[in-house]
């Protein structure tokens, strides 16, 4: 590859994405820049009142199939392809007729945003882009000659580039590099419907790619390089939340803070205001009230130590009240679907916190993937968007719940499943009032989450622990009664369970034996 700048004598322009688009082609032409164009782009060109050479008259052929052929043609990719240093394909061009393409800016139809729109498979297929990938990956190839722009935050550095004398060495290999990533992108989202349109569970070859959102300072520790990509979902939720203001959010902010949010989202806000306070991935602090401030208020009583430095998510408008509230406390992050002026008022005097709105709430009952990466490979999975049916529950013991058992055990499973596995969580009166999360041993996370009961009682100034009255959630079955029978010790007195462990049986007379009432799902909820 010549380190001398490169001249730009002739583009090839084609974009679905027309941002910026005259300007960019006005500055070309001014640097003396022949413009070579397709359909609407090259309408667009000529709308602003600059000349442009449709690529029908640069090949000689039409455009054809309603633009489905337009760009396969040799005069495209020879002047893509050829490399300018040999003689033989100097001569090829020469006898041909293929002139030399300098530069080539092409954005690929939006096929990933025909996909999320929720369009019907006639129109995801029509923006399958053929003609783009093609062009790109050739331009991208010869970066030794030719630079290739996929994404008008590149106009920028190559006009800039193109008014110092040319295209450098490192601009175009950087330009190929972010060509093939798109491509590589575009690919992966294509082969990824087309699987799911073919019914295809797992495929043979799978891809995941994403959009540079944000470089992080470091990752889950400082030693840690690291990045947040974005996938183009329109999920609501970190990755698409608009941040108000506060510093960049750090490696562990996002991933809380998507913790957060999944977990309140389970909350209809048709059924009342809620209150999630997540630390270290977990939830330390969950609630239901007649008001923001009240969930807000219920949840951080929970375990006020542990939310210290949390991050607190809302499944409905954050108020000037409870922001009053919230900003007592250290808070890292604070995540809703909206926020009043007045809310944000308040906040705008913590300038560390960070503070996030996401237009909605993300649907946990719709199907998502999921990946984790092992050595050597990727887990693939469905998110886990599993929903109880009340009405499908099995009562277990002699007892059945009563109405307002049955209300926190209903609350206290969908606050189980958002927390890592062994998880225990006592709940009364729609409110945590202990979690144990994470531990090897159920037993342990039983009498953690009965602890924390005992400190939550300390702290308030209760006469005895919240557990005394409470009901437990375990995510999976009790293999054996001694976690039930702690739970009993702690004070619950009613249980919700997966069931089907070897000595049911056993947990299930252990339970009649201590009057607890006790109800199986049939649906575990391991976190790892």
């Avoid at 690919?187 to 799911?196: F, G, K, P, T, Y």
Wanted: hydrophobic share 45%.
């Amino acid at each position: 590859m010549t380190d001398a700048r490169l001249p730009v004598r002739r583009a090839l322009l084609s974009v679905s994405d027309k941002t910026g688009l005259t300007d960019l082609a006005r500055a070309l032409h001014e640097a003396g820049t022949e413009l070579v164009s397709t359909g609407g782009t090259a309408k667009a060109i000529r709308d602003a009142g600059l000349p442009v050479r449709d690529v029908s008259e640069l090949t000689g052929f039409p455009e054809m199939m309603d633009g489905r052929v337009k760009t396969l043609h040799p005069k495209v990719h020879g002047g893509l392809l050829a490399l300018r240093d040999d003689a033989g394909h100097v001569a090829a061009m020469s006898e041909h007729g293929i002139l030399p393409i300098d530069l080539l800016v092409v954005n690929l139809y939006p096929f990933e945003a025909t996909v999320a729109s929720g369009a019907g498979p006639d129109e995801c297929i029509e923006n399958i882009d053929i003609g783009g990938p093609a062009m790109i990956r050739a331009a991208a190839k010869n970066h030794a000659f030719v630079a290739v722009v996929t994404d008008p935050e590149d106009y920028a550095p190559l006009l800039e580039a193109i008014a110092e004398g040319g295209t450098t060495p490192t601009l175009r290999t950087r330009l190929a590099a972010t060509a093939y990533a798109r491509t590589a992108a575009y690919d992966a989202a294509v082969s990824a419907w087309m699987a799911d349109h073919a019914g295809e569970t797992a495929p043979r070859r799978r891809a995941f790619a994403g959009t540079l959102a944000q470089t992080l300072r470091y990752g889950e520790n400082p030693h840690q390089k690291a990045a947040f990509y974005t996938t183009g979902s329109n999920r609501p939720g970190v990755a698409t939340a608009r941040q108000l203001q506060g510093k960049e959010l750090s490696w562990n902010n996002i991933n809380d803070t998507d913790a957060a949010f999944e977990c309140v989202a389970e909350f209809d806000p048709a059924d009342g205001p809620a209150c999630v306070i997540v630390k270290h991935a977990n939830p330390c602090g969950v609630a239901q009230g007649a008001s923001p401030a009240e969930a807000w208020a219920r949840a951080l009583a929970c375990d006020s130590t542990s939310a210290f430095g949390g991050i607190v998510a809302l499944n409905m408008e954050l108020d000037a009240e409870t922001a009053a509230e919230i900003a007592k406390i250290f808070t890292e992050v604070v995540i809703a679907p909206s926020v009043t002026p007045e809310a944000e008022a308040i906040f705008a005097a913590k300038k560390n916190l960070r503070l996030l709105t996401t237009g909605g709430l993300p649907d946990v009952g719709a199907p998502t993937t999921s990946f984790r990466q092992v050595a050597g490979g990727f887990l693939v999975q469905d998110r886990d968007n599993g929903r109880l049916d009340p009405g499908a529950l099995t009562v277990a013991t002699k007892r059945k719940p009563t109405s307002s058992e049955m209300a926190d055990l209903l609350f206290a499973w969908k606050v189980a499943k958002h927390v890592k596995s062994n998880a225990i969580v006592y709940a009364r009166d729609g409110a945590t009032v202990g979690v144990g999360a994470g531990q090897m041993s159920r037993v342990d996370s039983t009498r953690i989450a009965a602890r924390k009961a005992e400190d939550m009682a300390k702290t308030l100034g209760l006469a005895e622990s919240p557990a005394k009255g409470s009901v437990v959630a375990s995510d999976a079955f009790f293999p054996f009664a001694d976690g039930l029978l702690t739970a009993a010790e702690a004070g619950a007195t009613a249980v919700i369970q997966p069931g089907g462990s070897m000595r049911d049986a056993e947990v299930i007379a252990a339970a009649d034996e201590a009057g607890l009432a006790m109800v199986f799902t049939g649906m575990r909820h391991f976190r790892h």
